[in-house]
């Protein structure tokens, strides 16, 4: 799939990433440029289990997908044609540890134009996708699963923190937080 994203993505331009979650605070790219962006006809959703970054295979988490449907708001990152391959391969092994997502070529709206950037979006077909949870199981989920780099509940709130400081209103995501800050009750802390 690498190999195919490459070929897409062909080399002659810059490359640019579309990033929803844990790449708006932790991007871990060397890159030129970065822009707000928005997406048509994809979503950012808390649906997909981690095993691995925020989860057990006894106890899995939750990480964000991109979901079709819908509009998302997110951030592009620019990086330069000279070092797109190497920055490939090393979000390739940062995001396809397990080869759930599918890599697609979305159009990215930005302030400064039009731009095609790779997402890793989520199919509904996936087993890795949740499908519907119930508040509780959000709940339990928050104050138990923590994998690798730590627990659901901490990415989605370093995630809703970011959203917040670019302007972004992620009013799914406020409510599945105010969900874990209920469970862990006043002044305490679930996770």
Same mark, same amino acid.
Request: hydrophobic share 40%; with cysteine.
């Given at each position: 799939?690498?190999?195919?994203?490459?070929?897409?993505?062909?080399?002659?331009?810059?490359?640019?990433?579309?990033?929803?979650?844990?790449?708006?605070?932790? /991007?871990?790219?060397?890159?030129?440029?970065?822009?707000?962006?928005?997406?048509?006809?994809?979503?950012?959703?808390?649906?997909?289990?981690?095993?691995?970054?925020?989860?057990?295979?006894?106890? /899995?988490?939750?990480?964000?997908?991109?979901?079709?449907?819908?509009?998302?708001?997110?951030?592009?990152?620019?990086?330069?044609?000279?070092?797109?391959?190497?920055?490939?391969?090393?979000?390739?092994?940062?995001?396809?540890?397990?080869?759930?997502?599918?890599?697609?070529?979305? /159009?990215?709206?930005?302030?400064?134009?039009?731009?095609?950037?790779?997402?890793?979006?989520?199919?509904?077909?996936?087993?890795?996708?949740?499908?519907?949870?119930?508040?509780?199981?959000?709940?339990?989920?928050?104050?138990?699963?923590?994998?690798?780099?730590?627990?659901?509940?901490?990415?989605?709130?370093?995630?809703?923190?970011?959203?917040?400081?670019?302007?972004?209103?992620?009013?799914?995501?406020?409510?599945?937080?105010?969900?874990?800050?209920?469970?862990?009750?006043?002044?305490?802390?679930?996770?």
């Amino acid at each position: 799939m690498l190999r195919h994203a490459v070929s897409q993505w062909g080399g002659e331009d810059d490359l640019w990433i579309f990033g929803y979650g844990s790449l708006l605070w932790r /991007p871990e790219l060397d890159f030129a440029e970065r822009r707000q962006a928005q997406v048509h006809g994809w979503h950012r959703a808390l649906k997909m289990w981690s095993q691995v970054n925020r989860g057990t295979p006894e106890c /899995p988490g939750l990480v964000f997908g991109l979901l079709s449907g819908g509009s998302c708001q997110g951030m592009v990152f620019r990086l330069p044609r000279a070092a797109g391959a190497e920055g490939l391969a090393t979000l390739w092994r940062r995001e396809m540890v397990t080869g759930v997502y599918d890599p697609r070529w979305l /159009p990215c709206r930005t302030a400064a134009g039009p731009v095609r950037a790779l997402a890793f979006t989520l199919s509904r077909r996936s087993p890795q996708h949740t499908g519907t949870l119930c508040d509780d199981e959000y709940r339990r989920i928050f104050s138990t699963a923590r994998g690798r780099f730590g627990s659901t509940r901490a990415y989605a709130q370093e995630t809703y923190a970011e959203l917040r400081r670019m302007g972004i209103e992620d009013r799914a995501l406020a409510r599945l937080l105010r969900l874990s800050q209920a469970e862990s009750g006043p002044g305490g802390s679930a996770a």
